[in-house]
């Protein structure tokens, strides 16, 4: 018998920073079954006052101690990656399912590591890749599950802004930090939409590519080419540029007969053109975005439906990275 199927899933968070915030914290506490009753930060001040403004009842400066608290059920690992490895063994060996922010792991061999911890214990893994979750991308995979642009021939991706202001200001973050992202915000940004192309056709086959610094601002690279071949024969490319002159986010898959096209990141609608004309729908995002992706946890755990976003499928995105930095 599952024993999550009629019970509240009790969830604890490592690492309630940013994004706990808005886009993901609240769904773990809105979703139907599930109730957040334990934060974690290193920083007590911060992590008591997460604690109070969200109304969780419990927060701790040690992890370990919320991963062996018996009221917590489930973790959610929400911090930097370099730490994931780390945190997700000890929940591994807990006997806890878990959930972790993306990237999985800094590494390939890093979140290998992972998913061989979780499968050894029979747990639950899953990845907060929650694009494959949202409506919007759901209507670009209902289109092209139904041929509307005959057969798939190519991908194409370009992403590109200028440096912000923590850039240019030579302060520290994480996310530029090679010893933590070495494709900078190549690791941040272009693993949500690589994994979501993955996700709408099919796994890599071969994938190869180039990443340098041009700006000279951080340690982590700050601009990447790359191409790749779907194991079903599609091709793709994909240009990330963190030195622009302005913010450019295009998606355009071409078809025998048409093509379909949209923005990974940018509040703009998913469009289609083949020979029947051109339509475009523009679908909401939730307000907290990680909705769609948390209340698919709840259903997987409860053996309703198979979550899209798994330790498994992380770590193949994860690999295709790691082939388009040349590491």
């Known amino acids: 018998m599952n024993k999550y199927q009629d019970k509240t899933i009790r969830w604890g968070i490592i690492g309630c920073g940013n994004v706990t915030e808005v886009k993901s914290g609240p769904a773990y506490q809105q979703a139907e079954g599930f109730e957040l009753v334990a934060v974690m930060r290193r920083d007590e001040a911060k992590a008591r006052d997460y604690a109070a403004r969200h109304g969780v009842k419990k927060y701790y400066t040690d992890a370990d101690q919320l991963i062996a608290d018996d009221e917590v059920d489930a973790v959610y690992i929400a911090t930097p990656p370099d730490s994931h490895r780390y945190y997700a063994q000890k929940v591994a060996a807990a006997g806890k399912p878990c959930c972790i922010e993306k990237p999985l792991a800094p590494s390939y061999e890093d979140c290998q590591a992972i998913v061989a911890a979780f499968e050894q214990q029979q747990l639950p893994l899953f990845v907060a890749y929650y694009r494959r979750s949202l409506p919007r991308f759901q209507q670009v995979k209902a289109w092209l599950e139904a041929g509307k642009i005959g057969d798939i021939r190519h991908v194409s991706w370009h992403l590109s802004k200028p440096a912000n202001p923590l850039d240019l200001s030579g302060d520290y973050n994480w996310r530029t930090d090679a010893a933590i992202a070495a494709g900078g915000y190549f690791d941040d940004l272009a693993s949500h939409g690589l994994d979501l192309l993955i996700y709408l056709l099919g796994e890599v086959q071969h994938a190869s590519g180039f990443a340098v610094n041009q700006q000279g601002l951080y340690s982590a690279s700050d601009a990447v080419t790359g191409?790749?071949?779907?194991?079903?024969?599609?091709?793709?490319?994909?240009?990330?540029?963190?030195?622009?002159?302005?913010?450019?986010?295009?998606?355009?898959?071409?078809?025998?007969?048409?093509?379909?096209?949209?923005?990974?990141?940018?509040?703009?609608?998913?469009?289609?053109?083949?020979?029947?004309?051109?339509?475009?729908?523009?679908?909401?995002?939730?307000?907290?975005?990680?909705?769609y992706h948390v209340a698919a946890i709840d259903r997987d755990l409860r053996e309703l439906s198979c979550h899209p976003s798994t330790g498994k499928t992380a770590t193949h995105t994860s690999w295709v990275m790691e082939q388009i930095l040349g590491r």
């Open 227 to 291: 191409c790749w071949v779907h194991q079903n024969g599609i091709t793709g490319s994909g240009s990330w540029n963190f030195g622009s002159a302005k913010r450019e986010d295009r998606v355009e898959i071409i078809g025998s007969q048409g093509k379909i096209m949209f923005s990974v990141f940018d509040e703009a609608p998913v469009c289609l053109a083949n020979h029947e004309g051109e339509q475009s729908r523009f679908i909401d995002n939730p307000k907290h975005i990680q909705q």
